[in-house]
């Protein structure tokens, strides 16, 4: 039996994702487009199926696609400039986290005030968020 050939819905198949994300990938030159033969399809080599899961597991560490593709510019490079966007996005991340914290909180003391509220009273949480913020 001849083993099947890879072409762009078996490829995307392959790698998790949808035809679309794969002509996307080639338009913003995360992925070169293989040569289409004067009969048939274009057939992807295992190396394509392998980067669009590299692209995919980074975006899940929070790395844009800009991100990524410098990334990819340094796949055999320097492992200190490579290092160094990693140690940013860790950065990014952590601060996230802080502003995700105080977001939390404040939330939190609103939903409180809310339950310490009396039926008879306007709610806490719709006053508070509809207070303009002073500058």
């Known amino acids: 039996m001849m083993p099947k050939k890879t072409t762009i819905s078996v490829a995307a198949r392959q790698a998790g994702v949808n035809i679309e994300t794969i002509r996307y990938y080639q338009r913003i030159g995360l992925i070169d487009e293989p040569p289409k033969p004067l009969t048939g399809y274009r057939i992807y080599p295992q190396s394509t199926i392998e980067r669009i899961r ?14 990524i593709k410098r990334l990819l510019e340094l796949e055999d490079g320097s492992c200190a400039q490579t290092r160094e966007l990693a140690e940013q ?10 502003d995700l914290q105080n977001m939390a909180s404040v939330l939190n003391k609103h939903i ?3 339950c310490n509220n009396q039926d008879d009273q306007p709610c806490p949480l719709i006053a508070a968020l509809s207070k ?4």
């Open 54 to 67: 590299f692209i995919q597991r980074a975006q899940q560490l929070g790395f844009s696609l800009a991100e």
């Open 132 to 135: 303009q913020q002073s500058k």
């Open 89 to 98: 996005k860790l950065d990014l991340i952590r601060e996230k986290i802080r």
């Open 112 to 114: 409180q005030a809310c």
